[in-house]
């Protein structure tokens, strides 16, 4: 049975630093896509950004370009997402999840989730 389990939420000061982390059980991450969605109360769910199969990031979101990062440890099978400079703008739950080696912007195709880890900034 394939789990994603994310921990790392929390309560930031604007222009602050936060890290999500993302443990995989049942499935190697090695190999497979990384998507950050996130969902901010009374909208709908959108991409942040995915980490590759290769360990390359790919932003859908243009406001968290040079703020987010996403760094793999295959060797602890969990993904890191690393957020600086936050705004209040960037408080949602922030899920993780996976399909594939394939990275894809809609969050309907994804069949793994992470149980999601709510981040709020605020000052």
């Known amino acids: 049975q394939v789990q994603l389990v994310e921990s790392g939420g929390g309560l930031v000061q604007p222009g602050g630093s936060l890290s999500l982390s993302c443990a995989a059980s049942g499935l190697s991450l090695d190999g497979y896509a990384i998507v950050w969605f996130r969902q901010a109360p009374g909208k709908e769910r959108e991409g942040v950004l995915c980490n590759t199969a290769t360990d390359h990031n790919l932003y859908y979101e243009d406001s968290v370009k040079g703020r987010f990062t996403v760094f793999r440890d295959n060797a602890k099978n969990t993904v890191y997402l690393h957020m600086n400079s936050l705004k209040p703008e960037d408080t949602a739950v922030y899920y993780c999840?996976?399909?594939?080696?394939?990275?894809?912007?809609?969050?309907?195709?994804?069949?793994?989730w992470g149980q999601g880890t709510q981040v709020t900034v605020s000052s």
């Open positions: 999840a996976t399909k594939s080696d394939i990275c894809a912007n809609n969050w309907r195709l994804y069949p793994y």
